[in-house]
């Protein structure tokens, strides 16, 4: 059991007590931390943990003590604003840019059909935002190109589950992290990307020295230093490393033989794709030594209870899906998952990017109904009341696959809700350019870098200011009560979409309204129908019980009234022909597999294992660009920093980029802590300070993601290639090839110089120069030699968080 004691974190700011407290959950990232908001004069002043809620006993992180000063801040936007003749956003009324939408919208699908129009969404939104974009793209525009940020973040979460298990839904929850022996964590960073759920880990492991912990990742992370075990490889081997360990585990005969021969399928192939993978040739791939290798064999070989967790270390690098697939093939052949302390854990980034999935706002149709399955979508027209064919159908499309359709003309309005992308796509300048092509709203609560490319503006309500629910990373459905209005002029997404279907006139094929709830509530409810019987079926969850137990793990039904722990639990999986999520598609191309190919499979009811080859990243280092950039997030800031900038202590924390070099690499380039560079692809190039140390290997850079003004030239995704997954379409953010320029002045030393002059003259300091120039003492400055001189050098100063200390 996790958290032995209560600790209440709060955040207040309020002159007297406040008003009253009003229950919510955390918006931040996936943990799902409970909280109630702090209301004083109608307005949030702070938060304080749940101390009652299972997942945090009243703690929070650092980003979520801070996200309520977002909605204060004095840059929200107030008022729709629609781009002029003249090519500025000026403000315009909420009929004036809802009836420019509806005209556009209606072009649109006259010219180019439903496909016409995209919306691309969020995974910080609600359940019920989730559905009704489910319902109005497919059943009223008639658009299958519905996608989220979620694809940049864990989309491969998805696919490794539809390709094992048959469907979405970790397999394990929280609570088996609590009682596991072990503990993998492959690319996964929690001490700066989950806080809360790290120190839940750290909190046990100090208490009772379990679980033993072992991290995967190319950098000594903060979560890598508190390991019982670091395996660092190179960048974009993670499944020469996984496929190393399956073939030692096989090997060592440490397999549940009677499990795999009655829950599985694919055994026999699986192992034979491990032929060439001995131990010696994976620590050659993965530059681990190979008595590591076996000994972290020898560990997942034998351990009664694993967790394994991943996140974007596995999910946005090459061979993501494959990765994680055979994380899923670890567990299967030991039997380690559907019971007390097992399973695979494959995370989400987002608060709520695992309901954008459930409820169908992405690719596939609500509660896991297969796009490609006409039974699936026969019985969706039948709940929504439409006519079948007017629903599409087929595979999915990414974000990225869209931007190629946008450039390829096929696409011509892009409804962009609560995203940033022209921060976090990959290439950024690519997007950039294909979105100047077509008409884009952007809904949001701030001018964000992407209304650079709008042509409608709608302001929208934030956290505190709405009411709904949230999936967290285990399945946890919260709930998030409305604490106050939102400032006059600004809807809730909610809203927004339901004036939108008005004014389109969308009907069903009785000629009544499409959307016919007016509340989130309402909708839920509608929701839980479309759920019942399927692997999220939450036909078991109301609003009071979700807030009575403080969260609900699905499925929640008559047969489990109080949730569900843990997935797979009778060893029978989603793959029953007319059940499944999907009929799976190639391990290697990611080509879809037809009905009858599914069918050879001969699963009905049991896994997939499947053979997992090893690609190395498109992008390598080479002559002109010989070093990896990757990206990641930082303790101190969220995505794309449009609420957590806003915070006072946040933004201190962490105000600017910054790129990360290993101590050998600045010192056979000859730079200095601090200095500012110019790092740069094949795309583009950003000029940051470096931080100089031994978290990252020799030949990588490491830059977060968070910072992209279009003013600073900072932005990590100006950097990263847009290559993408086989079976996710997730871009491949960790493996780019770039170099690195110092940027100097040089000065030639004349006779009447000194250090002390010259340090004047350029704005820099004696001890500069004498570092960047290799000088040991003031005086060993020379007449007639060029001294360089950075053009600038700032402190990068970064605070750890460490309350598991």
């Given at each position: 059991?996790?958290?032995?004691?209560?600790?209440?974190?709060?955040?207040?700011?309020?002159?007297?007590?406040?008003?009253?407290?009003?229950?919510?959950?955390?918006?931040?990232?996936?943990?799902?931390?409970?909280?109630?908001?702090?209301?004083?004069?109608?307005?949030?002043?702070?938060?304080?943990?749940?101390?009652?809620?299972?997942?945090?006993?009243?703690?929070?992180?650092?980003?979520?003590?801070?996200?309520?000063?977002?909605?204060?801040?004095?840059?929200?936007?107030?008022?729709?604003?629609?781009?002029?003749?003249?090519?500025?956003?000026?403000?315009?009324?909420?009929?004036?840019?809802?009836?420019?939408?509806?005209?556009?919208?209606?072009?649109?699908?006259?010219?180019?059909?439903?496909?016409?129009?995209?919306?691309?969404?969020?995974?910080?939104?609600?359940?019920?935002?989730?559905?009704?974009?489910?319902?109005?793209?497919?059943?009223?525009?008639?658009?299958?190109?519905?996608?989220?940020?979620?694809?940049?973040?864990?989309?491969?979460?998805?696919?490794?589950?539809?390709?094992?298990?048959?469907?979405?839904?970790?397999?394990?929850?929280?609570?088996?992290?609590?009682?596991?022996?072990?503990?993998?964590?492959?690319?996964?960073?929690?001490?700066?990307?989950?806080?809360?759920?790290?120190?839940?880990?750290?909190?046990?492991?100090?208490?009772?020295?379990?679980?033993?912990?072992?991290?995967?990742?190319?950098?000594?992370?903060?979560?890598?230093?508190?390991?019982?075990?670091?395996?660092?490889?190179?960048?974009?081997?993670?499944?020469?490393?996984?496929?190393?360990?399956?073939?030692?585990?096989?090997?060592?005969?440490?397999?549940?033989?009677?499990?795999?021969?009655?829950?599985?399928?694919?055994?026999?192939?699986?192992?034979?794709?491990?032929?060439?993978?001995?131990?010696?040739?994976?620590?050659?791939?993965?530059?681990?030594?190979?008595?590591?290798?076996?000994?972290?064999?020898?560990?997942?070989?034998?351990?009664?209870?694993?967790?394994?967790?991943?996140?974007?270390?596995?999910?946005?690098?090459?061979?993501?899906?494959?990765?994680?697939?055979?994380?899923?093939?670890?567990?299967?052949?030991?039997?380690?998952?559907?019971?007390?302390?097992?399973?695979?854990?494959?995370?989400?980034?987002?608060?709520?990017?695992?309901?954008?999935?459930?409820?169908?706002?992405?690719?596939?149709?609500?509660?896991?109904?297969?796009?490609?399955?006409?039974?699936?979508?026969?019985?969706?027209?039948?709940?929504?009341?439409?006519?079948?064919?007017?629903?599409?159908?087929?595979?999915?499309k990414g974000i990225e696959e869209q931007i190629d359709m946008i450039e390829n003309g096929e696409i011509s309005f892009f409804w962009n809700i609560g995203t940033n992308p022209m921060v976090s796509l990959p290439n950024r300048a690519r997007a950039r350019k294909a979105l100047e092509k077509v008409f884009v709203v952007v809904q949001d609560p701030f001018l964000t870098e992407t209304a650079v490319v709008a042509d409608v503006v709608l302001p929208a309500a934030l956290w505190g200011e709405k009411e709904g629910t949230m999936e967290n990373a285990d399945r946890t459905i919260n709930l998030l009560r409305k604490a106050v209005d939102p400032p006059e002029g600004v809807k809730s997404d909610f809203e927004i979409l339901l004036d939108f279907a008005k004014r389109m006139d969308f009907r069903d094929k009785d000629g009544n309204p499409l959307i016919q709830y007016s509340t989130p509530e309402e909708c839920f409810e509608e929701w839980k129908k479309v759920s019942k019987g399927r692997p999220s079926d939450m036909t078991g969850i109301t609003y009071e019980k979700l807030e009575k137990y403080n969260g609900l793990r699905w499925p929640v039904n008559d047969q489990a009234p109080e949730g569900t722990t843990r997935l797979y639990s009778d060893g029978r999986f989603a793959t029953e022909t007319n059940y499944t999520q999907s009929f799976m598609k190639d391990q290697f191309t990611g080509r879809p597999l037809s009905k009858e190919e599914f069918e050879e499979l001969n699963l009905n009811g049991r896994a997939m294992l499947h053979p997992t080859r090893y690609l190395p990243p498109v992008e390598q280092p080479n002559k002109e660009y010989p070093l990896w950039v990757t990206t990641g997030r930082l303790v101190w800031h969220w995505h794309t920093r449009t609420k957590t900038a806003r915070s006072p202590y946040l933004q201190a924390a962490a105000p600017n980029g910054y790129a990360e070099i290993n101590t050998a690499d600045a010192l056979e380039l000859g730079l200095i802590e601090g200095e500012k560079v110019r790092i740069i692809s094949a795309r583009g190039e950003i000029e940051v300070p470096v931080r100089i140390g031994e978290s990252v290997q020799k030949g990588l850079i490491f830059v977060p993601f968070h910072f992209g003004s279009w003013h600073k030239k900072e932005a990590a995704n100006?950097?990263?290639?847009?290559?993408?997954?086989?079976?996710?379409?997730?871009?491949?953010?960790?493996?780019?090839?770039?170099?690195?320029?110092?940027?100097?002045?040089?000065?030639?030393?004349?006779?009447?110089?000194?250090?002390?002059?010259?340090?004047?003259?350029?704005?820099?300091?004696?001890?500069?120069?004498?570092?960047?120039?290799?000088?040991?003492?003031?005086?060993?400055?020379?007449?007639?030699?060029?001294?360089?001189?950075?053009?600038?050098?700032?402190?990068v100063p970064l605070p750890e968080y460490l309350p598991y200390k």
């Amino acid at each position: 059991m996790a958290w032995e004691t209560e600790r209440t974190d709060i955040n207040v700011y309020s002159q007297g007590e406040v008003d009253k407290w009003v229950y919510s959950t955390c918006n931040i990232c996936s943990v799902g931390c409970g909280c109630h908001i702090a209301v004083k004069d109608k307005k949030i002043v702070g938060i304080k943990g749940n101390s009652k809620h299972p997942i945090n006993r009243g703690r929070l992180g650092p980003k979520g003590e801070n996200q309520w000063h977002a909605n204060n801040s004095p840059d929200r936007l107030l008022t729709p604003m629609v781009r002029d003749a003249f090519g500025q956003l000026v403000p315009a009324s909420w009929d004036e840019a809802m009836e420019l939408i509806v005209k556009k919208a209606r072009e649109t699908i006259k010219d180019k059909g439903g496909n016409g129009i995209a919306i691309y969404s969020t995974g910080q939104g609600f359940l019920e935002d989730y559905y009704t974009i489910a319902k109005i793209g497919r059943a009223g525009i008639g658009t299958h190109l519905l996608d989220a940020n979620t694809r940049l973040c864990t989309a491969t979460t998805e696919f490794c589950l539809l390709q094992s298990f048959g469907a979405d839904g970790v397999p394990a929850s929280f609570d088996d992290i609590d009682e596991a022996d072990t503990l993998l964590m492959f690319g996964h960073n929690p001490a700066e990307t989950g806080t809360v759920l790290f120190e839940r880990i750290m909190e046990r492991k100090q208490r009772t020295g379990k679980p033993y912990i072992i991290v995967v990742d190319p950098r000594k992370t903060a979560t890598a230093r508190m390991a019982d075990m670091h395996l660092q490889l190179y960048p974009g081997t993670n499944v020469a490393l996984l496929n190393g360990l399956q073939r030692l585990i096989i090997e060592e005969g440490r397999l549940d033989e009677q499990f795999i021969k009655n829950n599985t399928v694919g055994f026999e192939k699986m192992a034979e794709a491990l032929s060439e993978w001995d131990v010696e040739h994976t620590s050659e791939v993965t530059g681990i030594p190979a008595g590591l290798i076996k000994e972290a064999a020898e560990i997942l070989g034998n351990t009664e209870t694993l967790v394994t967790t991943t996140l974007q270390g596995t999910y946005q690098s090459a061979d993501a899906t494959t990765a994680c697939v055979a994380i899923n093939n670890i567990h299967l052949i030991r039997g380690l998952i559907g019971k007390p302390g097992c399973g695979p854990l494959h995370m989400a980034g987002q608060p709520s990017s695992s309901a954008n999935r459930t409820a169908g706002g992405v690719g596939t149709y609500p509660a896991n109904r297969n796009p490609n399955n006409p039974d699936h979508i026969r019985e969706m027209a039948e709940l929504w009341n439409v006519d079948e064919k007017d629903l599409p159908v087929g595979p999915e499309k990414g974000i990225e696959e869209q931007i190629d359709m946008i450039e390829n003309g096929e696409i011509s309005f892009f409804w962009n809700i609560g995203t940033n992308p022209m921060v976090s796509l990959p290439n950024r300048a690519r997007a950039r350019k294909a979105l100047e092509k077509v008409f884009v709203v952007v809904q949001d609560p701030f001018l964000t870098e992407t209304a650079v490319v709008a042509d409608v503006v709608l302001p929208a309500a934030l956290w505190g200011e709405k009411e709904g629910t949230m999936e967290n990373a285990d399945r946890t459905i919260n709930l998030l009560r409305k604490a106050v209005d939102p400032p006059e002029g600004v809807k809730s997404d909610f809203e927004i979409l339901l004036d939108f279907a008005k004014r389109m006139d969308f009907r069903d094929k009785d000629g009544n309204p499409l959307i016919q709830y007016s509340t989130p509530e309402e909708c839920f409810e509608e929701w839980k129908k479309v759920s019942k019987g399927r692997p999220s079926d939450m036909t078991g969850i109301t609003y009071e019980k979700l807030e009575k137990y403080n969260g609900l793990r699905w499925p929640v039904n008559d047969q489990a009234p109080e949730g569900t722990t843990r997935l797979y639990s009778d060893g029978r999986f989603a793959t029953e022909t007319n059940y499944t999520q999907s009929f799976m598609k190639d391990q290697f191309t990611g080509r879809p597999l037809s009905k009858e190919e599914f069918e050879e499979l001969n699963l009905n009811g049991r896994a997939m294992l499947h053979p997992t080859r090893y690609l190395p990243p498109v992008e390598q280092p080479n002559k002109e660009y010989p070093l990896w950039v990757t990206t990641g997030r930082l303790v101190w800031h969220w995505h794309t920093r449009t609420k957590t900038a806003r915070s006072p202590y946040l933004q201190a924390a962490a105000p600017n980029g910054y790129a990360e070099i290993n101590t050998a690499d600045a010192l056979e380039l000859g730079l200095i802590e601090g200095e500012k560079v110019r790092i740069i692809s094949a795309r583009g190039e950003i000029e940051v300070p470096v931080r100089i140390g031994e978290s990252v290997q020799k030949g990588l850079i490491f830059v977060p993601f968070h910072f992209g003004s279009w003013h600073k030239k900072e932005a990590a995704n100006d950097l990263t290639a847009d290559f993408t997954d086989p079976l996710s379409k997730q871009p491949t953010f960790k493996q780019s090839a770039c170099r690195i320029e110092k940027l100097r002045k040089t000065h030639l030393v004349g006779e009447k110089d000194t250090l002390g002059t010259i340090a004047e003259q350029f704005g820099t300091s004696i001890e500069t120069l004498q570092k960047v120039n290799g000088l040991v003492s003031p005086y060993d400055l020379q007449m007639g030699i060029k001294l360089e001189i950075p053009l600038s050098v700032t402190n990068v100063p970064l605070p750890e968080y460490l309350p598991y200390k």
